[in-house]
C-alpha cells in the first residue's frame, strides 16, 4: 500500500515538473487560427498600423504568454508607439523563456539605447555580437551607442569589424563618414575634452540682391587653431560691401521698396577674435572681441561671452551675450548702428530628424529692442542615397519702435511655413541637400500673404578639403525691408 502511495506521488511530483518545463518555455503556434493571427499582426506591423496589432494581440498574448513570436510583434508595436515600459515587459518576458532571443534582445538594447542607458544596451549588442560577429543590427546599434558616449576609439574599432562583414552598409558607412571628421578618443570620462573641430581655415563669399534695389558682396575669412587639446582660437575677418539704389520708401505694410534715386554704397571693415575652451566634455566657455569700422571711418568695439551644452554629437546648447554690428542697407551702415543682447539656440539631431530652436533679444544703438523667435523642424524618410523629408519652419520677430533706420522694423512680424525635401548623402565625394517652404507671413495690422522659399545646398569633400555652394531664394519679407532676395555663397574649407 505505501509503495503505491510512493509510486502515485513521484509520477504525480514528474508532471507537475514537466508541466512547470513545459510552462517556462517558447511554444510556436500550432492551429491555424493562431498562425492566421499572427500572419495579420506581421502585415499590420509591416504597413505601420501598430494599433491595429495590439488590437489583434493583446488579448491572446495575455492568455498565451508562451506564444513568443506573438508576443514580440505586440512588443514591437508598442516600442513604435512610444509605449516603452510595455513594450519591455514583453521583450524581457520573452527573454526568461528563451535566453537567447536575439529579437527580444535586439528591441531591448534599442530601448535602452533610447533612454541613454547605455551600459545595459552596449550589454546586450555585445552579447549579441558575440554569439554573430556578422550581426548588422547589432554593430549598428552598438556604434551610435559609442557615438553617443563620445567614446571614438572603441566605435571606431566595431564600426571597422562591421564594415568587414557588411561593406554596403548605408548606416555604417553613415557612421564612418561622420566619425571621419572626429579625432579619436577614448573612453568618455571627467578628464577628457570634447574635441569638436581641428584647426582649419576658410573663405566665404556671399551675394546677395533683393527687390529694394540692395546689393551686398561680402567676403569672410576665418582660422581656427588649436592651442591645446582644450584650447581654441578663432580669428575671423569680414569685409562688405553694400549699395543701395537710393532712399527708403515706408509704404503702408510696412515693407520697403527703393524710391529709385542714385545708388549709393558703403563699405565695412570687421575683424574678431574668439577664445574657445573646453573646461569638460559637454561644457565650452566662448569670448572675445573685435570691432568693426564704418565708411566714414567711424568705429565700433564688439564683444561677446557664452557657454556651450552638447551632449554628444546629437544634441547642443548655445547662450551667448554679445555687441554686433546691424548692416542690412546703406542706410542703416549711416546711423553706425550695433546691437547689444542675449542669444540663445537649441539644437537637435539624429540621422532621421533635425530640430532648431533660437530665441534673441537685442537692443539697438537707436534704442529700438528687438525680440525674435525661430522653430524649424525636419523629418527624413528613407535609408538610402536619396532621402525624402518634411518639416516645418515657424518665425515671430518684434521690435518696441518702429523706425526709418534702414532695417525692417515691424511691431509684429510672423511667419508659418511647411517644408518638403530631398537629401542626396553617402556618395563618394557628394551630398546636397534641397528644399522647398511655402506658407503665410503677416505684418500687424496687415493680414496674412502668401510666402515661399527655395534652398539648394551643395557639398563637395576632397580629404581635407570641403566645398560648400549655395542658392537660395526666398519671397517673403526681408531685413531690408524687401519682399524677396537671392542669396548665392560659396566657401572652401580647410582642415589641418
Same mark, same amino acid.
Given at each position: 500500500?505505501?509503495?503505491?502511495?510512493?509510486?502515485?506521488?513521484?509520477?504525480?511530483?514528474?508532471?507537475?515538473?514537466?508541466?512547470?518545463?513545459?510552462?517556462?518555455?517558447?511554444?510556436?503556434?500550432?492551429?491555424?487560427?493562431?498562425?492566421?493571427?499572427?500572419?495579420?499582426?506581421?502585415?499590420?506591423?509591416?504597413?505601420?498600423?501598430?494599433?491595429?496589432?495590439?488590437?489583434?494581440?493583446?488579448?491572446?498574448?495575455?492568455?498565451?504568454?508562451?506564444?513568443?513570436?506573438?508576443?514580440?510583434?505586440?512588443?514591437?508595436?508598442?516600442?513604435?508607439?512610444?509605449?516603452?515600459?510595455?513594450?519591455?515587459?514583453?521583450?524581457?518576458?520573452?527573454?526568461?523563456?528563451?535566453?537567447?532571443?536575439?529579437?527580444?534582445?535586439?528591441?531591448?538594447?534599442?530601448?535602452?539605447?533610447?533612454?541613454?542607458?547605455?551600459?545595459?544596451?552596449?550589454?546586450?549588442?555585445?552579447?549579441?555580437?558575440?554569439?554573430?560577429?556578422?550581426?548588422?543590427?547589432?554593430?549598428?546599434?552598438?556604434?551610435?551607442? !559609442?557615438?553617443?558616449?563620445?567614446?571614438?576609439?572603441?566605435?571606431?574599432?566595431? !564600426? =571597422?569589424?562591421?564594415?568587414?562583414?557588411?561593406?554596403?552598409?548605408?548606416?555604417?558607412?553613415?557612421?564612418?563618414?561622420?566619425?571621419?571628421?572626429?579625432?579619436?578618443?577614448?573612453?568618455?570620462?571627467?578628464?577628457?575634452?570634447?574635441?569638436?573641430?581641428?584647426?582649419?581655415?576658410?573663405?566665404?563669399?556671399?551675394?546677395?540682391?533683393?527687390?529694394?534695389?540692395?546689393?551686398?558682396?561680402?567676403?569672410?575669412?576665418?582660422?581656427?587653431?588649436?592651442?591645446?587639446?582644450?584650447?581654441?582660437?578663432?580669428?575671423?575677418?569680414?569685409?562688405?560691401? !553694400?549699395?543701395?539704389?537710393?532712399?527708403?520708401?515706408?509704404?503702408?505694410?510696412?515693407?520697403?521698396?527703393?524710391?529709385?534715386? &542714385?545708388?549709393?554704397?558703403?563699405?565695412?571693415?570687421?575683424?574678431?577674435?574668439?577664445?574657445?575652451?573646453?573646461?569638460?566634455?559637454?561644457?565650452?566657455?566662448?569670448?572675445?572681441?573685435?570691432?568693426?569700422?564704418?565708411?566714414?571711418?567711424?568705429?565700433?568695439?564688439?564683444?561677446?561671452?557664452?557657454?556651450? !551644452?552638447?551632449?554628444?554629437?546629437?544634441?547642443?546648447?548655445?547662450?551667448?551675450?554679445? =555687441?554686433?554690428?546691424?548692416?542690412?542697407?546703406?542706410? &542703416?551702415?549711416?546711423?553706425?548702428?550695433?546691437?547689444?543682447?542675449?542669444?540663445?539656440?537649441?539644437?537637435?539631431?539624429?540621422?532621421?530628424?533635425?530640430?532648431?530652436?533660437?530665441?534673441?533679444?537685442?537692443?539697438?544703438?537707436?534704442?529700438?529692442?528687438?525680440?525674435?523667435?525661430?522653430?524649424?523642424?525636419?523629418?527624413?524618410?528613407?535609408?538610402?542615397?536619396?532621402?525624402?523629408?518634411?518639416?516645418?519652419?515657424?518665425?515671430?520677430?518684434?521690435?518696441?519702435?518702429?523706425?526709418?533706420?534702414?532695417?525692417?522694423?515691424?511691431?509684429?512680424?510672423?511667419?508659418?511655413?511647411?517644408?518638403?525635401?530631398?537629401?542626396?548623402?553617402?556618395?563618394?565625394?557628394?551630398?546636397?541637400?534641397?528644399?522647398?517652404?511655402?506658407?503665410?507671413?503677416?505684418?500687424?495690422?496687415?493680414?496674412?500673404?502668401?510666402?515661399?522659399?527655395?534652398?539648394?545646398?551643395?557639398?563637395?569633400?576632397?580629404?581635407?578639403?570641403?566645398?560648400?555652394?549655395?542658392?537660395?531664394?526666398?519671397?517673403?519679407?526681408?531685413?531690408?525691408?524687401?519682399?524677396?532676395?537671392?542669396?548665392?555663397?560659396?566657401?572652401?574649407?580647410?582642415?589641418?
Amino acid at each position: 500500500m505505501i509503495d503505491k502511495i510512493l509510486l502515485i506521488a513521484m509520477c504525480t511530483a514528474l508532471l507537475i515538473v514537466q508541466a512547470n518545463a513545459e510552462a517556462g518555455v517558447c511554444r510556436k503556434p500550432e492551429d491555424q487560427a493562431t498562425v492566421e493571427m499572427q500572419e495579420r499582426a506581421q502585415h499590420a506591423l509591416q504597413i505601420k498600423s501598430y494599433r491595429a496589432v495590439e488590437e489583434e494581440l493583446r488579448l491572446y498574448v495575455a492568455a498565451h504568454p508562451e506564444q513568443c513570436d506573438l508576443s514580440l510583434l505586440l512588443g514591437r508595436a508598442y516600442m513604435f508607439r512610444k509605449r516603452d515600459r510595455s513594450a519591455e515587459k514583453l521583450f524581457r518576458a520573452v527573454l526568461e523563456r528563451d535566453g537567447n532571443n536575439r529579437v527580444a534582445m535586439l528591441e531591448l538594447a534599442r530601448i535602452d539605447g533610447y533612454h541613454a542607458k547605455y551600459s545595459e544596451s552596449n550589454r546586450f549588442y555585445e552579447v549579441l555580437l558575440a554569439a554573430d560577429p556578422e550581426d548588422e543590427s547589432a554593430s549598428v546599434g552598438l556604434v551610435r551607442n !559609442l557615438m553617443d558616449m563620445e567614446e571614438t576609439t572603441n566605435a571606431v574599432a566595431v !564600426l =571597422k569589424a562591421g564594415l568587414k562583414a557588411h561593406p554596403n552598409s548605408l548606416q555604417l558607412q553613415e557612421f564612418q563618414d561622420e566619425l571621419s571628421t572626429q579625432p579619436v578618443k577614448g573612453h568618455n570620462n571627467e578628464s577628457e575634452v570634447q574635441h569638436r573641430y581641428q584647426s582649419q581655415v576658410q573663405d566665404w563669399t556671399y551675394i546677395i540682391v533683393d527687390s529694394a534695389g540692395d546689393h551686398i558682396v561680402e567676403n569672410l575669412s576665418r582660422s581656427t587653431i588649436e592651442i591645446t587639446p582644450r584650447l581654441f582660437v578663432h580669428l575671423t575677418t569680414r569685409v562688405r560691401y !553694400l549699395s543701395s539704389q537710393g532712399g527708403i520708401l515706408e509704404p503702408v505694410d510696412e515693407n520697403a521698396e527703393s524710391l529709385g534715386g &542714385a545708388t549709393v554704397s558703403a563699405v565695412t571693415f570687421q575683424g574678431t577674435t574668439r577664445l574657445d575652451y573646453h573646461l569638460t566634455h559637454w561644457l565650452t566657455l566662448t569670448g572675445g572681441g573685435g570691432g568693426v569700422r564704418f565708411n566714414n571711418g567711424t568705429s565700433r568695439g564688439l564683444f561677446r561671452g557664452g557657454l556651450d !551644452l552638447h551632449k554628444g554629437r546629437s544634441l547642443s546648447f548655445n547662450a551667448t551675450y554679445l =555687441k554686433t554690428p546691424v548692416l542690412p542697407t546703406q542706410e &542703416a551702415e549711416t546711423f553706425h548702428l550695433t546691437a547689444q543682447g542675449i542669444r540663445m539656440r537649441l539644437d537637435w539631431s539624429k540621422p532621421k530628424d533635425r530640430m532648431h530652436l533660437s530665441l534673441s533679444e537685442l537692443r539697438y544703438a537707436d534704442t529700438n529692442l528687438r525680440h525674435e523667435q525661430q522653430f524649424e523642424a525636419l523629418h527624413w524618410f528613407g535609408a538610402r542615397r536619396v532621402d525624402l523629408g518634411t518639416g516645418v519652419d515657424v518665425e515671430h520677430l518684434g521690435f518696441s519702435q518702429t523706425l526709418n533706420h534702414g532695417y525692417f522694423s515691424p511691431s509684429n512680424y510672423q511667419s508659418y511655413m511647411a517644408s518638403a525635401a530631398v537629401r542626396l548623402h553617402h556618395f563618394h565625394h557628394f551630398n546636397a541637400e534641397y528644399k522647398f517652404s511655402s506658407g503665410a507671413e503677416s505684418i500687424k495690422p496687415s493680414p496674412f500673404r502668401f510666402v515661399y522659399e527655395v534652398t539648394a545646398d551643395n557639398f563637395v569633400n576632397l580629404g581635407k578639403w570641403d566645398l560648400h555652394a549655395n542658392y537660395t531664394f526666398d519671397h517673403s519679407t526681408q531685413s531690408t525691408g524687401a519682399f524677396q532676395t537671392s542669396f548665392v555663397s560659396v566657401g572652401v574649407k580647410y582642415a589641418f
